[in-house]
């Protein structure tokens, strides 16, 4: 059994969230029945994405927009010694978006939109021929808590510098009540899971707080869009988690009621009822979302994030799937998640 310190919790988080993304991109766009029709059971190994993934061309391994952005992000925030703000966030998702085997195939409408944005200020609020004037900050997708991994991770056991960073990060490409919601949600639970002596159940319970809190915060500091709210739909999920069926009854209600799909209000709350059916095995969390179908990627990316500071590190399961994805990307997620703890413990010495 490897020893448990921040830094572990780190690359446990760094590795599930990796893992999520590259199995994900496998089983994205299938429901939930085709992927079981199609692999003939849920998908568990490392695979190639075939035609109906946004994924094709990757092998098995590499990783998409999810834990690119996530990797991108958190290499930034070290080059800024830690500190989140808004300057650096729009560096590293410049950044980002100038890899073309990431934004040319995998950027969201959101993130798309307001990459644009900020390469040309004056498309911010210009209209559609015969439209109201929408821009990118109007859209509720799921890209906001999909790369929000570095505002727990960098706030350990500190939920409101976690939500607010969250925040930060969330409004430079999705600047509404929705998305900040579910992205505080993320963060929260991401950054209590990274307590000493965490539980799956504290990581969710700070969850379901964040959500909260970044609704009541955006009202003040954001827009409201329309939208279900991700608090409502969390409540939702542990409402089929703690109802009647098996497992996997239950996990095909999560898919088909709570949604898997693009938006925050489907993504988010399908992953807070994921983990709840799982708090005692993470990798079957990150497992059974790569299985959820449709945005199957983001989902598991989410879970990863949520749970990986929950992973044994010497489980046989994890090192063969966390030695695929470092290979396939070129990734070193030791050192980075090393880098990571140290500048957070460099940070909470100096304001000692």
Not at 129 to 145: I, L, W
Not at 151 to 159: E, F, T, V, Y
Request: with cysteine; glycine share 8%.
């Amino acid at each position: 059994m490897i020893e448990v310190n921040l830094n572990t919790k780190i690359q446990g988080i760094l590795g599930l969230a990796a893992i999520g993304d590259a199995m994900g991109a496998v089983t994205e766009n299938m429901s939930f029945d085709q992927i079981r029709t199609h692999f003939g059971q849920p998908v568990t190994t490392m695979e190639k994405p075939g035609k109906t993934a946004f994924a094709l061309g990757n092998e098995a391994g590499q990783v998409t927009d999810d834990f690119s952005q996530i990797y991108f992000l958190s290499k930034a925030i070290l080059r800024n010694k830690g500190v989140i703000d808004r300057d650096i966030v729009v560096k590293a998702i410049l950044d980002w978006s100038e890899v073309p085997w990431y934004f040319d195939r995998f950027a969201g409408p959101t993130t798309r939109s307001a990459v644009a944005m900020y390469k040309d200020p004056s498309l911010k609020m210009k209209p559609l021929p015969g439209a109201a004037t929408v821009d990118y900050a109007s859209k509720a997708t799921n890209g906001a808590a999909m790369k929000i991994a570095p505002a727990g991770i960098l706030n350990p056991d500190n939920l409101k510098q976690a939500i607010d960073s969250a925040i930060t990060i969330t409004q430079v490409t999705h600047d509404n009540s929705l998305a900040i919601s579910g992205a505080c949600a993320v963060a929260a639970a991401t950054s209590a899971s990274l307590a000493p002596h965490a539980t799956v159940d504290e990581a969710l319970s700070a969850g379901l707080y964040g959500a909260i809190r970044g609704e009541t915060k955006a009202q003040v500091i954001s827009r409201e869009v329309a939208g279900p709210s991700v608090v409502e739909r969390i409540q939702l999920a542990y409402n089929i988690v703690d109802g009647f069926g098996t497992k996997d009854e239950k996990l095909r209600r999560l898919s088909q009621v709570v949604g898997s799909g693009l938006h925050i209000s489907e993504a988010v709350p399908c992953a807070f009822g994921i983990i709840a059916l799982n708090k005692e095995d993470a990798l079957q969390a990150v497992i059974d979302a790569v299985n959820i179908g449709y945005d199957t990627d983001t989902i598991a990316t989410i879970v990863g994030s949520m749970v990986g500071a929950f992973i044994d590190l010497s489980d046989k399961r994890f090192i063969s799937l966390f030695d695929t994805v470092q290979a396939a990307n070129d990734y070193n997620l030791v050192e980075l998640a090393n880098s990571l703890a140290n500048v957070v413990e460099d940070n909470e010495g100096n304001q000692r």
